[in-house]
């Protein structure tokens, strides 16, 4: 398959691609006019052209227009402009046509995705979805599963939901079948490797008993009486986790969480210590949870580290399931897969992106580091994704995929035998049976298929994607580590730092006054900018620069921004005494910066307006 | 406002409104188009028309639209005809162009309503269509809390969620400051009524001990300690209450479940029965759900019954939270509004539905009890009422409603006291922090925002397309109990029976060979029908007529289905014997059954039909 070009894969920054949108829309929407009219065409209209002369039929197509009218006023004045290259801030950017285009065409047949009856196209296209994105993470798809949620939340919360049911599995086969499990220790139920309970689900399938286990496992008899242990998280962690522990019954009590060191990444010396303090207290690990792209850093944890340590622990006797929250960093494995889906080698990788004019031959990307936790990721048990972020695809879009199909036994509101039963595929699947969620919008799955059909999941297709936003965001990080200090027009002088050298497309950044090293007031300064480049300061429509920010406190990053706060010379005990650290945050997905007029121009452009808000805030 | 009429609403089963349709659609785009356009015009275009030359532009393009025709081909051949009067199965129907277009328009801004941040548009229209849904259901506004979920299931969970930790609340307050429930044992403080549970977060708030107290709640003890009893459902529950219950860590084993009675509403002397004997072994009754419009035959709980129970047992010191699972039925509360929004009397609504031709003169409807329940649905803690059923919005869009906002305080990310900072509304709200949910669509909130605006919450609006469905499905009801046995054309002789009188706009019914008084026989030739009018046997496109089906088994409806049984004369014991018995069943949502030919053009036509498969499908 051909290599994509990007610039014909979005609406564009100035709607560029504007006609082929419109005539495109035209088309499917005719499609599905006709269709219904092609439906029993002996049927008479339901709707005569004399009704529509009715007052009220006319003032009813009014008051739609109104609201109508009405809404896109709103959506002009107060919708942010992700489209434009100027905004730099949350993981957002302009959306593929063929995932938007592929969502209305597929709103106007509403079909639902909950069950094949109600969905007999769309629900395919679902299927089909998930086993790309397997393919893409380096599972088996045929034995993978994997599927569309409304998001990352729902889709960790499912993945705990994956971890809970499977660790207490064992201990509801002790019940309904000791045989099974003869001579095991409640101890070493609880530390079975992932594999050996999925073997065991064969197991008690095969003797008949899956259904009497389940019985006595957490589905059924509650989290009241389970002694499942503790979810391990870094501290970098999203909110969603938070909320899981408390909606799935864990109670936040039961975290443990792991230090972030200088790069923002999960501590793996302190994650050991931690799992063997555990051990040691026999409280069991219900499971790791690693990010692939923190949400305030674009930080990558070292999943390679973390998986070894995994193996290093089942020899003494100590498992847990490894789950790897990538809802914004996954896509980007895409760059690591050649024109076949296979992961490339480090050399190869890095020669292919530069070869192949993936990224500009002087951007050092991907370390070592990240390459290695990339390649990882597959030896965990289940992944989130989101295509609403680096998918390009419009909201609501997640995903969940799970490295082994088995583990929906655990979870599935059918007894049991459910893959064999021939529901597992095609028009008949129940899909709202083996998932959190119920009725659907088969256009979101349609959405996620149509963009991972036109952009390969490889370096041909989203690698080409990826390319520009890592391109542009190591550009970006460049200037600012290069930039001079500068005169903002208010007679003094500042200088420009950033947090850390980004993993992946994350540029935390600060301004200071030269020579401040009082960190209230350059706190002050970040969030004064950030008012002018925002919705606070009104519509975001009149900005010239749009970003967003982040904060770090002692309490939950302990001294990991400490390296930043070094270069810019603040006293030691500053940090602590002012409580957090602010910082501009810029997530990089446009595919446009480094190709619009040139990339130096933009920099230029940013440089002056930063000034011009510097001493506006900053008389 | 004026009455809206109910065929401008609609794109129509013909397509009827297409001019209207593509021509606001395309005013729409052009706003977006410009926009993006006018947004700096001074920068430069990303995408040149030399751009556009380059072989792998123009390749791009055309692999666009290879997937975009691929998957319009794929929808036409098989996605269910909702919009035809000629579907009659699950509830589904044709969509509001306003709440279509509204998402069309809105994804092309692709807000994110998890924060004002990322949807300075959308998050103010998302918290309108919430206070507008608590309007309807009889909550004050002011108090109320009510924002869109992914679908009904999350609302649910959502209901759970609430009743969870609203129960376990006070035994946080406990450990928190003992002094505020001083004297009050545990089985009393598991009994506190719902709003003396809300009483006591405010006093917890100006003790500043709120955090305190959530502390030491299932929040953050998890469920492993936690001893609140029991979940009372309906047998005739959404499996979505079964998920939930393995979800939210209560366990399916600690449901307690009522039978329904031949009318396929909760029993209310069976519940009165578990409670008393759930009180009487000291055991906790987290709270009971009920429903409004079951999915499997359209009833309607009473629950003006439950609630008058529970006035009852506060009278004894046992309380429980009540949740109205309306994901269904919810929008019929429309009808029950006068144009000021306000409950009309029974007689007077009765009168108004008619004299103002909201339904024919000769329908009878709503029963005193169904009136009496939609009005005590007010009362109730919580309401789940889904947007893309009765609210004829695109999948996805559900709701949870809860009269008292002060429950998010005990659910939310934040603290505590979040509704004092003045993040409530607007812009600055961040939603993701108070929901389930993350990151979300507001295109789905734009759309039941508009389709609210557009067609109001009252007689004047829903009410209105409610009313053509309710008279529908009474014309069908009506006509099926009146048929004659008739000929098939296979030399055999067949008789049409209906399950029940209609709550609401849901029929079952069956075909019988005259004297057949085998109920596996029956089944078989439900089923073989049923084959002959879904995807079963093939693209649905080619059908006549579509509907679903479903089965009631003894196990879990005891001897609901006995009246149908014994009308259609099968022996005692044949039900137990054959373990089930299947029916038709048609959710009639359409609003063009009775608003096209002619009604009874119509009815003559699905008898011929149906007269066809059955002579295939028996030969």
């Known amino acids: 398959m051909q290599k994509v070009n990007v610039d014909a894969l979005f609406l564009g920054p100035k709607s560029e691609n504007r006609d082929f949108f419109k005539h495109t829309l035209d088309f499917m929407m005719d499609e599905h006019i006709h269709w219904r009219r092609n439906f029993h065409p002996e049927d008479k209209d339901a709707i005569t052209f004399r009704d529509m002369h009715a007052n009220s039929f006319t003032d009813t197509l009014d008051r739609t227009k109104e609201v109508l009218q009405d809404l896109s006023d709103r959506l002009k004045a107060s919708s942010v402009p992700w489209h434009s290259p100027r905004y730099l801030g949350h ?50 798809p045929d034995n993978a599963w994997g599927h569309v949620t409304s998001g990352g939340h729902v889709a960790n919360f499912e993945a705990l939901w994956f971890m809970r049911n499977l660790k207490s599995f064992p201990l509801g086969v002790q019940v309904a079948d000791p045989d099974a499990v003869a001579g095991k220790s409640e101890w070493e139920l609880l530390n079975l490797p992932p594999d050996a309970i999925f073997d065991l689900i064969d197991i008690m399938k095969e003797k008949g008993l899956l259904d009497e286990a389940r019985k006595h496992s957490v589905r059924y008899t509650g989290m009241q009486g389970a002694k499942l242990g503790k979810l391990i998280v870094p501290q970098s962690k999203h909110y969603s986790w938070d909320k899981s522990a408390d909606i799935l019954g864990l109670g936040l009590d039961n975290f443990a969480k792991v230090q972030v060191g200088r790069n ?142 088995r583990i929906t036994d655990l979870v599935s509101y059918f007894a049991a035998y459910v893959w064999t039963k021939g529901q597992e595929t095609g028009q008949s699947m129940l899909l709202g049976s083996y998932i959190m969620e119920g009725s659907k919008a088969g256009a979101a799955a349609a959405a996620v298929w149509a963009a991972h059909k036109t952009v390969p999941l490889n370096i041909n297709g989203y690698g080409r994607i990826v390319g520009r936003s890592i391109e542009a965001t190591n550009r970006f990080y460049q200037s600012l580590e290069r930039q001079a200090p500068f005169e903002a027009g208010n007679g003094k002088v500042y200088e420009v730092s950033t947090l850390t050298k980004p993993d992946f497309n994350l540029v935390n950044f600060v301004f200071n006054e030269k020579g401040n090293t009082d960190l209230k007031q350059m706190n002050d300064l970040t969030n004064a900018i950030y008012g002018q480049c925002s919705y606070v300061d009104g519509p975001v429509y009149y900005d010239s620069f749009l970003t967003s920010h982040t904060e770090f406190t002692p309490t939950d990053y302990g001294d990991a921004p ?12 500053e940090y602590e005494k002012t409580g957090a650290i602010w910082v501009l945050r810029a997530c990089i997905l446009t595919p446009f910066l480094c190709h619009n007029t040139s990339y130096s121009d933009y920099y230029d452009r940013f440089i002056s307006i930063m000034k011009k808000i510097i001493a506006k805030v900053s008389p």
Chains 1, 2 share one sequence.
């Open 264 to 405: 923002f990444r999960m501590d793996i010396g302190h994650l050991k210590a931690i799992i063997e303090d555990l051990v040691e207290k026999k409280i069991p690990i219900m499971g790791v949870v690693g990010v692939v792209g923190t949400t305030e850093e674009g930080a990558v944890d070292e999943f390679h580290k973390i998986l070894n340590l995994r193996e290093e622990m089942e020899a003494k006797g100590v498992s847990f399931y490894v789950h790897v929250d990538a809802a914004y960093g996954g896509y980007t494995r895409a760059a690591f897969l050649d024109a076949n889906d296979a992961f490339m080698g480090y050399n190869d990788m890095r020669d292919a992106l530069h070869a192949e004019k993936v990224i500009h031959k002087d951007i050092d990307w991907p370390s070592k580091d990240v390459y290695d936790a990339f390649k990882a990721m597959a030896k965990a048990e289940s992944i989130t994704v989101d295509p609403h972020k680096m998918g390009y695809v419009p909201y609501a879009a997640g995903m969940i995929v799970a490295r082994d199909k």
């Open 91 to 140: 993981m957002n950017s302009d959306i593929l046509m063929s995932a938007t285009l592929a969502y209305m065409a597929t709103m106007l047949y509403n079909p639902n995705n909950t069950a094949g009856e109600a969905s007999p196209a769309t629900t395919v296209l679902e299927l089909e979805a998930g086993q790309q994105m397997a393919r893409m993470m380096g599972y088996n």
């Open 562 to 573: 400490q390296g930043l706060l070094s270069r810019l010379g603040f006293p030691e005990g």
